[in-house]
């Protein structure tokens, strides 16, 4: 029995030493991909039915597409495509989008299997 502990100490001991190294972590992203990364979630996305919650001034039209390419790819999304629309007015300068219209539709001869198109108008909402 005493063998066993000892064997069962020296065995945590020896994997214990393999994870106190000094290691490193090196990775291909860079701060500025991750701030556009999550650069779309600060901006609101108002329907076109709604007002915006604050008083806003329009910037520019912008637009955000999904486009299925290849036939193994997930189809089209409206989630993608406002997104990107989200991403468009951030890109403009915006803190918000007031949606116009999303539009879905097949073009095999366009590039895109299925492609979905939202397009709306970036606009600067002032702080609370």
């Keep these: 029995m ?3 502990s000892t064997l069962t ?4 001991g020896t994997l214990l030493a393999g994870c106190a190294g000094d290691y490193s972590f090196n990775s291909n992203l860079s701060s ?6 999550f650069k779309a979630g600060d901006v609101l996305l ?6 915006p919650p604050r008083p806003f001034n329009p910037l520019a039209m912008v637009d955000g597409e999904s486009c ?6 997930p189809p089209a999304s409206m989630a993608e495509a406002r997104t990107k629309l989200r991403l468009a007015a951030a ?3 915006g803190n918000g ?10 073009d095999p ?20």
């Design 9 to 12: 100490c020296m065995l945590t």
């Design 32 to 37: 500025k991909a991750v701030e556009d990364y």
């Design 46 to 51: 108002v329907d076109k039915n709604m007002a």
């Design 68 to 73: 299925q390419v290849y036939a193994d790819e």
């Design 91 to 93: 890109n403009a300068g």
């Design 2 to 4: 005493k063998v066993i």
């Design 97 to 106: 989008v007031m949606l116009n219209n999303c539009v879905e539709y097949h």
């Design 109 to 128: 001869e366009g590039g895109c299997l299925t492609r979905v198109l939202c397009i709306g108008r970036a606009i600067i909402m002032e702080d609370e």
